[in-house]
């Protein structure tokens, strides 16, 4: 499965991956940050599925996925919301035993978007798990804007991920006009600075342009492991341990993901989100790279339309 190679006369049945939502916006349109406030004492009901979009508008649809704690203290009440005037944007990550922290940096509104940078901070191994959560609490007039969730942490290494993939991997496929590498990350560990550590389902594609069509060559999955370092011209991959081919597949994988296999699991399985980050990620690439396309399609498939 890691390596699937394509090219006119095969079939490919693509998927491409992303736990964030993104859209690309003009450069010339300007960024006005949003007020926001933080709801605390909050948590995810565990009979609940995690949701795909950070955006609720209504009492109903926060009560279905989350409960309230009361704590001792001033602070200890849940933070009140008001759904006739309030909507909120809650981030919830997958169970872990690591110490981990969503924190929100900024809210930005830039043309029919607003751009939401948050930071997840991963910290020491635990003897209990954990589901992280962050709630933010914004004014309703906001609410019929399209939300763009940004990791900060993860967009330092993601051009240095780029080069990677373009560079030693989109090179061994079928060469075309242009290649773009998609990434879903797993988890990031900064704990040694010399060796940043980023677990990843990753993707390359080379397309070649047919009109308004961006059209699938060749391409493959490449979970594993990067090694990153900062140098003195930024972030670079040292080194990436990829999951195996064939019957090696399972077992590279669990050695590569440990504990981190189930999160791994999650995100490879999810088609449909992979599908929706690769045309997003196109609609980026198209953009910033100037191209006249609306369009994407993989061999024997039909057409599909980038994401606006």
Known sequence: MKKILLAFTMLLAMVACTNKPATAVEDYEVNSEVAFEVAKNYFFKNDQVIPEYPKITTEEEFNKLFGMVTTMGENGKPTAIDFTKQFVLAIVLPE??????????????????????????????????????????????????????????ETYYFPAIDRYLADSIGSRYAKGEHCVPIHSIVRVDERNTEDILVWGDFWVFNYNQVGDTLKCISGGSHPGLMHIRQTEKGFEVTAFDQVEDGSRYLPTAKKIFGDKFDAFKTINSDEKNRERLRAEGLATYAKKNGLAVTMYQDYGWPAKKLKE
Do not use: H, W
């Not at 991963?122 to 959560?133: L, M």
């Open 96 to 153: 872990t035993d690591f110490a981990t922290e969503i924190n929100p940096v900024k809210v930005e509104e830039k043309g029919d978007s607003l751009l939401y940078t948050y930071d997840v901070k991963t910290g020491e191994k635990q003897s209990f798990s954990i589901q992280p959560v962050s709630i933010i609490i914004l004014d309703r007039k906001y609410e019929n804007k399209r939300v763009v969730l940004v990791n900060e942490r």
